[in-house]
């Protein structure tokens, strides 16, 4: 029932709605579904995005910090990078202090596919709160950063 997203917001309990963790849930699974649905035609995954985005700001990440970093469990993070492996967006290579380690680095083919990431990220971004002006974007921005204890971005 809640995983159903075209009930527009009026038809919404109205005591769910004065939670703005609610709010910010429903908003976060629209734009997710949306970003997901246009990056599907391009055969890439919003999870592979996160992974792709983790490696290029972390210089050399070994495959455990790039776990670590976003959440996900070891195992399926290998699935995800022998995905992006065979895609041509990373590679793997053992590291030559620790041979138990790899270390990973994003090729030129993963930087053009984050780019195009964002640009569809932006795009659905900007339809979704295109009921709030530039300044209330960023300030919502802001807040929502503040709020989870994030450095501003």
């Given at each position: 029932m809640l995983a159903r997203m075209s009930a527009s917001p009026l038809d919404q309990p109205r005591a769910l709605l004065r939670w703005p963790t609610y709010?910010?849930?429903?908003?976060h699974r629209r734009g997710v579904g949306r970003i997901?649905?246009?990056?599907?035609?391009?055969?890439?995954a919003l999870r592979d995005y996160y992974v792709l985005v983790c490696i290029g700001e972390?210089?050399?990440p070994s495959q455990q910090r790039?776990?670590?970093?976003?959440?996900?469990?070891?195992?399926d993070?290998?699935?995800v990078l022998d995905r992006l492996e065979a895609a041509g967006w990373v590679s793997r290579e053992r590291d030559t202090e620790d041979r138990r380690r790899h270390v990973l680095t994003l090729t030129e083919h993963g930087?053009?596919?984050?780019?195009k990431v964002e640009e569809v990220s932006n795009a659905v971004n900007g339809e979704l709160l295109a009921r709030l002006s530039p300044g209330e974007?960023?300030?919502?921005?802001?807040?929502?950063?503040?709020?989870?204890g994030a450095p501003s971005a």
């Open positions: 709010v910010m849930g429903r908003l997901d649905a246009e990056l599907a035609g391009h055969g890439v972390s210089g050399l790039v776990a670590d970093r976003l959440g996900l469990d070891r195992s993070l290998v699935k930087r053009a596919t984050v780019g974007q960023e300030t919502l921005h802001r807040l929502l950063l503040k709020a989870l």
